[in-house]
């Protein structure tokens, strides 16, 4: 019940295109839903994060969009580019503070 | 920004040997984490802390791992006899509140041969 799903494994995109990444959990005390960027070498970062009383959120190229009766949110890259190959993480959070990762998504845009 | 530092950034040790990994949290955080991930694998929770207490902690986090903040604004994770599946990244973060966004350090990569 603590596990969250994330596919693909890993994923291919032109230049321009669209990613989407989806991640689905079961445990309904989850209430924060955040994503990782991480380099090679580097800790993951804060990419976006949104909480279930919304149904999408989006900052820049990057949208967050939540189906709380599916249990499942989904990472958009719009017009990606080169410099977003990284790997993605989704997470859950529930109130008290227990992040649980999904298994990443490494992601490969090619010029 | 603030930003969470750990030192080293690469520590190689042999089995059984002590090591002690580093972190300086960003200053007004109250929630402290360590974060294992081995090479290509998922990001993997050993423990939480929060006021100067253990919070939580995973199967991972066996007898052999401690966790201490001796001073204001360290937090250490030390595995007292190291084996070989020890080796990975290991990251520090931490967070200001519950339900609020993790922010990680760079990461140890500990070495064990």
């Known amino acids: 019940q603590q596990q969250v799903k994330q596919s693909p494994q890993s994923l291919i995109v032109q230049k321009g295109g669209i990613s989407i990444i989806n991640c689905a959990y079961e445990n309904t005390a989850f209430d924060y839903f955040p994503w990782y960027q991480q380099f090679p070498g580097k800790g993951p970062a804060l990419l976006i994060a949104?909480?279930?009383?919304?149904s999408e959120k989006k900052e820049g190229r990057f949208t967050i969009s939540f189906n709380k009766s599916a249990k499942q949110f989904s990472l958009h890259i719009m017009d990606s580019q080169p410099g977003d190959s990284a790997t993605y993480f989704c997470?859950?959070?529930?109130?008290?503070?227990?992040?649980?990762f999904g298994p990443g998504t490494r992601l490969s845009v090619l010029p | 920004e603030p930003e969470v530092t750990q030192t080293p950034s690469h520590q190689v040790t042999q089995m059984g040997q002590e090591v002690i990994l580093r972190c300086v949290p960003i200053?007004?955080?109250?929630?402290f984490y360590w974060y294992r991930q081995i090479l290509g694998q998922k990001v993997e929770f050993l423990v939480s802390f929060y006021n100067n207490e253990i919070s939580e902690k995973s199967e991972i986090f066996d007898d052999q791992f401690s966790v201490e903040r001796p001073d204001g604004s360290n937090f250490t994770l030390k595995i007292r006899s190291t084996k070989l599946e020890d080796s990975a990244m290991y990251f520090c973060a931490s967070s200001a509140q519950p339900n609020s966004p993790l922010h990680f350090g760079n990461g140890t990569r500990l070495t064990v041969t």
């Open positions: 949104i909480r279930p009383d919304v």
């Open positions: 997470a859950a959070v529930d109130y008290g503070q227990n992040f649980v």
């Open positions: 200053s007004n955080h109250l929630y």
